[in-house]
């Protein structure tokens, strides 16, 4: 909250500057598809601040077994659907079956905003749960303002508790270092999800392309090529449809940025780095994008059934919106095939934004926060991950998992071709500030497709990012 009025002038500037540029004539209103999930977004530590994987001598964690039989470990999510259900079945199965004698209580606390709010006030009055999920941007203004959040690494490298130096390897490195900040582990990843292009290949064949964008010049290419088919045909009803839907969540625009190979952490010091020739390339590329008829904006905010019905070649989504996407297809009675692409990069060095939960243990007594590691301990394992990959459909965080996927992946075509695409995966900024100045980033990505924005506005946008974003996190107290 305290960040809101810093925010609220940066709207404000672009506000007064619309006033002064903008002709008399109504406005055309963009609407914006917010970060395709049905998830959250979320986040990476800044990379001069993360620490390796690498195991170092840490005191051998003390506590008798006995001690642990009948110790209840409160623990808030925000999963619900078909993930709450896999989620609450098994911690029904760890309560079962754990020769500890460990209780785990799961009560479900909304959306990640709620869980947030809830855990906040517990932390403000004392009682924090044992257990929860967050986003890193919020674990680590957990930690700086309360301190109230443990160091989960004395847990993960204990030699009887912990897990052995080839378990570590097996967790994917860039989910695996996110949480590691000035050598301190207050995360361990729960989940991981990723912002995707999806591609209608039927279509695009139909179109004259048999090969997909590996370059945003094939991606504009094949978007215009698609926006003039439907301006030809003889359905009025999609003119001015056809290309890619425009989408400036959070994540979205960020993805662009990295694609255009930009980096958004200050390189030289703490902090936000956004006035850069990548971040300015990526902005001119997505207004020519929309100058040019090729990208449209949808009253949705999931165009699932956009893409469902031919009207987008292309549109942003994540993970989690693929059992969505196909629910449209077949409502749509639309047979033809589409997958999942990393975003365009000039370089042809595809990038993904990867985001997602971990887990956060709070302040207890040792045998509290023992027993709230086994839980995670527990539920990380790779036969108990996959139950819950398989009711999210999000990444797998440890290789070995995809050994208990072997039928899913080939229900699942698109999950697997973003399986694919890991090795491009890029994480966000780990921040507390970040929970505010991604939404100046999705400002940004919002304006570029006003009527009134001009190209050579683009500079001074980026100053005005830069400003906003040091400020912002100088108040954060990082």
């Known amino acids: ?188 990843p729960a989940q991981r999800s990723a912002q995707l292009i999806f591609y209608n290949t039927t279509w695009a064949s139909e179109l004259g392309f048999d090969v997909p964008p590996g370059t945003p010049v094939e991606f504009k290419q094949q978007a215009c090529s698609a926006a003039q088919a439907n301006r030809s045909d003889a359905d009025p009803n999609n003119d001015g449809t056809g290309g890619w839907v425009v989408n400036t969540s959070p994540s979205a625009v960020l993805s662009w940025i990295y694609a255009f190979g930009g980096q958004v952490i200050d390189p030289q010091g703490d902090g936000y780095r956004f006035n850069t020739p990548q971040t300015e390339a990526a902005l001119t590329y997505l207004k020519e994008l929309n100058d040019a008829g090729c990208a449209w904006q949808s009253a949705d905010d999931y165009p699932d059934e956009e893409f469902a019905a031919r009207r987008a070649l292309f549109v942003t989504g994540s993970l989690s919106d693929l059992s969505f996407q196909r629910t449209a297809f077949e409502r749509a009675g639309n047979p033809d095939r589409w997958t999942v692409l990393a975003f365009p990069s000039p370089q042809k060095q595809p990038v993904i934004d990867v985001y997602g939960p971990s887990f956060v243990l709070f302040e207890a007594t040792e045998e509290e926060k023992l027993a709230a590691w086994l839980v995670v301990k527990w539920l990380t394992s790779p036969e108990n991950q996959a139950r819950l990959i398989a009711a999210s459909g999000t990444y797998p965080i440890r290789s070995s998992t995809l050994d208990h996927l072997e039928e899913y992946a080939a229900r699942h075509p698109q999950w697997s071709a973003a399986l694919q695409l890991l090795p491009f995966a890029q994480g966000e900024p780990g921040y507390t500030s970040w929970s505010v100045v991604r939404w100046v980033v999705s400002e940004v990505g919002t304006q570029v497709f006003r009527y009134y924005f001009t190209a050579d506005r683009i500079p001074a946008t980026l100053e005005l990012m830069d400003e906003t974003a040091a400020e912002l996190h100088a108040r954060s107290g990082e």
């Not at 642990?68 to 079945?89: C, D, N, R, Y």
């Not at 924090?128 to 989960?152: K, N």
């Open 1 to 188: 909250m305290r960040y809101l009025l810093l925010y609220g002038a940066f709207i404000l500037v672009f506000g007064l500057a619309a006033c002064d540029q903008a002709p008399t004539s109504a406005p055309v209103t963009a609407t914006l598809a917010p970060a395709s999930t049905h998830t959250p977004a979320a986040t990476n530590s800044p990379p001069e601040r993360k620490a390796t994987a690498t195991l170092t001598p840490v005191p051998v964690i003390e506590v008798d077994t006995e001690t642990l039989s009948g110790l209840k470990v409160t623990f808030w999510h925000a999963w619900s659907g078909p993930a709450g259900e896999a989620i609450q079945s098994l911690l029904e199965a760890f309560n079962a079956e754990n020769e500890y004698g460990i209780l785990v209580e799961s009560p479900y606390q909304g959306n990640y905003n709620d869980l947030y709010d809830q855990i906040d006030a517990a932390i403000q009055a004392g009682d924090p749960p044992s257990l929860a999920v967050g986003y890193s941007y919020q674990i680590q203004e957990w930690d700086a303002s309360q301190g109230i959040v443990a160091d989960l690494a004395p847990y993960v490298n204990d030699p009887q508790w912990g897990l052995s130096p080839t378990q570590q390897a097996d967790f994917n490195p860039t989910f695996w270092g996110q949480e590691v900040i000035n050598g301190k582990r207050t995360g361990f």
